[in-house]
């Protein structure tokens, strides 16, 4: 049995308690992870700060050279972190694979941006007068991520936040922190400063209120819930630090009259139940021209038929799946598939009749179910597709592209994907607005997220 102590100040940490992780595809224990408290955090606090100045000694060419080392390593062991998470959340190889790849491109990517973290200069009367505008990391940097993506988003994260400057401590969810407390392990084998990222392992909430309200954390950057997000918010306010929330969605896909159904097909079934539906960017309802609806859901059936889900990650996702199923039927939907299908396990489920007031079409479902609704037109159907308090990904498939366009901006959400399922680059910001969240991550915005500015007015 692996037994992973805490990573602070770039050493291993013991603790007095322990926390099992398991396999959530048959319940094994596969390792045990160390459970920090209060005084881990202050230990790794102090440790980030002093990082810090090291960090800043080095200039932005300097942290890019680094950083480079450190995507080097990460890159090198996108098999490993791969393996890691499916074994701790379930996620099939391939789509674990899938997302390593991804976070390495995230990790590359802000490597090369700490070196363009410029200082601007609007000239005065002489050559060094005028205002200096200067991007000052923001501070220490708790990020604190879900289980559902371990890896990418704690690269989102460590990227830019390391390459604006700051050091990061590191808080993955119990369920799954194996191959996130790995990525952290990596800044020290990149021999970055000891203590620049820290990983503490653990209970959620203990060490979540620990780090939000900790004097020495400027920033808490959090991917999760909404209900956690309100109670870190509720921290972090009267203590006045920076916030980032990245919340769920309830993602629609606006499926125009002169759509490609093939390709819509692949959208909504790819997005609809990749990993097992626990995705926040998910297909969860496609709002479909009654005339096309039909062809459409045999489209999809034939895709559906050949898929072979991962299990739910934990035991909650499996028992709401069987709620959200329940309450549709009661409510005179009708339900094709979502039955359990070996331990933990589910078949995709299929949803059509149902209409606001389900619980399915009103909030996040986070499980592998989606639901078709006929719309008598494209305004009813955008309409619809902004009408839960969600706006973090939307999807439009379309052959017009001007028309595409035009009904993709009217779609409230950070980010719009047409006629396509992939969803993020790093060089694009991510965003959920309204209920999905606050702030922003990746590109260029996401590394502003971890700047303060800093005027320095020169008269000289
Ligand atoms: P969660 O909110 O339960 O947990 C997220 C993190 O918060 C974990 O590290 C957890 O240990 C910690 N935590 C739990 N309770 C806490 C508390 N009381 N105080 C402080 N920290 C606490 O979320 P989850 O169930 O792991 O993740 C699913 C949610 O995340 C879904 O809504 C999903 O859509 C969302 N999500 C959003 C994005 C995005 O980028 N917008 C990406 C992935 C997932």
Known sequence: MRRL???????????????????????????????????????????????????????????????????????????????LMHAEMGKPLPEAQAEVARAGEVMTYFAAEAERVLVSQVPGATVASGSWIRPAPIGVVAAITPWNFPVALVSWKLGPALAAGCAVISKPAIEAPLAARRVCEMAIEAELPPGLVNCLTGDGPPLGEALATHPGVAKVAFTGSRRVAEQIAAWTAPRLKALSLELGGHGPLVVLPDADLDVTAEVAVMQGYANAGQACYSVNRVLAPPALAGDLLERMRERIAALELGPMATDRGFARHETLVADARERGATVEGGEPVGPNRLAPALVTGAGPGTMVVDEEPFTPIVTVMEMDDVDAAVAEANRPDYGLVGYVCGTDLRRTLEVAQSIDSGTVVINGWRVVTPFAPYAGWNGSGVGTELGRPGLEAFVRWQHLRVFA
């Open 5 to 83: 102590p805490l990573l602070i100040g770039g050493r291993e940490v013991e603790t007095e308690e322990w926390m099992a992780v398991t396999d959530p595809g048959d319940g094994t224990t596969i390792a045990e992870v160390a459970a920090g408290t209060d005084r881990d955090v202050d230990a790794a606090v102090e440790s980030a700060a002093a990082a810090m100045v090291e960090w800043q000694a080095l200039g932005p060419v300097g942290r890019a050279r680094a950083l480079e080392r450190y995507a080097q390593v990460f890159n090198a062991g996108l098999g490993e972190l791969a393996e």
